[in-house]
């Protein structure tokens, strides 16, 4: 037996009226004979693709990116590179992703909370391998977000030097907080496509902390986003792809010099005083340009909007064009960039090929000459 509810009961009636909902929806369900209970299972259930995924990333974390110490600079070394390639968790990302962390809000819905939005290539080069894990995870039906929510044990590398983070997240104290102390890596998972829409982090989750957090005190950060260490060397190294990319790839310094080029025009049309972590317009899906790594995600939703002169904006969230001169030479370095990030990235493809090829060679000589020794 079947029992419908106005539409009102669930979506206005729930915030307005408080328990006297949950007493009006009480005696609906006692005079059908039914209990809450049975209305939860109703609920959906996971299909075989999301709990596949849901496995399938929670191993795959668990395996490339466990528990080390907050420091060890080759555990997260080897946990980027790893999830970088063609990971279970890179299969399972759509085009662009939303990232944050979990509103303090109480009950405040993704709406409802500021996130960044990032690359695929982005994500799992500088955000994921964070954090580390021990392979177990949860799945719930959420139905509010009409998501099921893989929520997986985590713990955050706190300690590593401030040249592996994509930028100093204690710029905000708050942020920093809650990047130490997280104890969770929630994943929004689309239930027809199993792709994950929305990733956040989280101190609150009810699993204790997997390892102790020993606290750095960093002194709050007001910028730049890009500087020059004692060494000559620019940081964060991170966002150079430093550490995913070979060193011998021959694209990498045109790749700088032209992204140091687009850096120069995106000052000149204002666009840095908004694609920022600091995020200054409190914008709710901020999109980052601040670092190569950035803008390499983002280099081609900004050809768009400047062509349709979508960006920048005004202080009053309004869109306007920018003069011609600026907009020529801002989509004339914008198209280089991405034509040698395109270039880098080709130059990766072949050269993994190359050595996936020759240790399948390889392994075929000594498979061989086994057998000769064995005649």
Aim: proline letters at 6%; one cysteine or more.
């Amino acid at each position: 037996m079947k029992v419908f509810f106005p539409k009102s009961i669930f979506k206005h009636d729930l915030r307005v009226c408080g328990r006297g909902w949950l007493n009006a929806a009480s005696l609906a369900l006692a005079a059908a004979g039914l209990s809450g209970s049975a209305l939860a299972q109703d609920a959906p259930q996971p299909s075989a693709l999301v709990r596949q995924a849901a496995v399938g990333i929670a191993a795959e974390l668990g395996k490339a990116c466990p528990l080390a110490p907050a420091g060890d600079i080759a555990a997260y070394t080897a946990c980027r590179q790893a999830l970088f390639g063609p990971s279970t968790l890179r299969s399972h990302l759509p085009k662009f992703l939303l990232w944050g962390r979990q509103s303090k809000a109480p009950n405040a819905t993704i709406r409802q909370t500021n996130l960044t939005q990032f690359a695929p290539d982005v994500w799992t080069s500088m955000y994921a391998p964070l954090f580390m894990f021990n392979g177990k995870h949860s799945i719930e039906w959420v139905a509010d977000e009409k998501m099921f929510l893989v929520r997986l044990e985590a713990a955050f590398r706190n300690r590593l030097p401030a040249g592996q983070f994509p930028y100093p997240f204690w710029h905000d104290e708050a942020k920093w907080a809650m990047y130490e102390n997280a104890n969770a890596l929630m994943l929004w998972v689309n239930p027809e496509t199993a792709l994950i829409r929305v990733a956040q982090f989280t101190d609150q989750a009810p699993t204790p902390s997997l390892q102790q957090v020993v606290a750095v005190k960093q002194e709050k950060y007001k910028g730049p986003w890009l500087w020059t260490d004692e060494q000559g060397k620019t940081q964060p190294a991170v966002t150079l792809f430093d550490g995913v990319y070979r060193a011998d790839n021959p694209h990498m310094a045109t790749m700088d010099k032209r992204y140091r080029d687009l850096a120069v025009q995106l000052r000149e049309s204002q666009c840095v005083n908004c694609h920022v972590p600091n995020n200054p317009d409190k914008m709710s899906r901020l999109v980052l340009l601040s670092t190569p790594a950035h803008a390499a995600g983002e280099v081609d939703r900004l050809i768009k909007a400047v062509r349709e002169d979508s960006m920048p904006m005004d202080e009053f969230r309004l869109s306007y064009a920018l003069s011609p001169e600026n907009k020529k030479w801002l989509l004339e370095s914008a198209q280089a960039f991405k034509d040698t990030v395109t270039a880098a990235r080709q130059w990766e493809q072949q050269a993994q090929a190359a050595t996936a090829q020759g240790s399948t060679t390889a392994g075929m000589t000594l498979q061989g000459a086994r057998a000769s020794l064995t005649r």
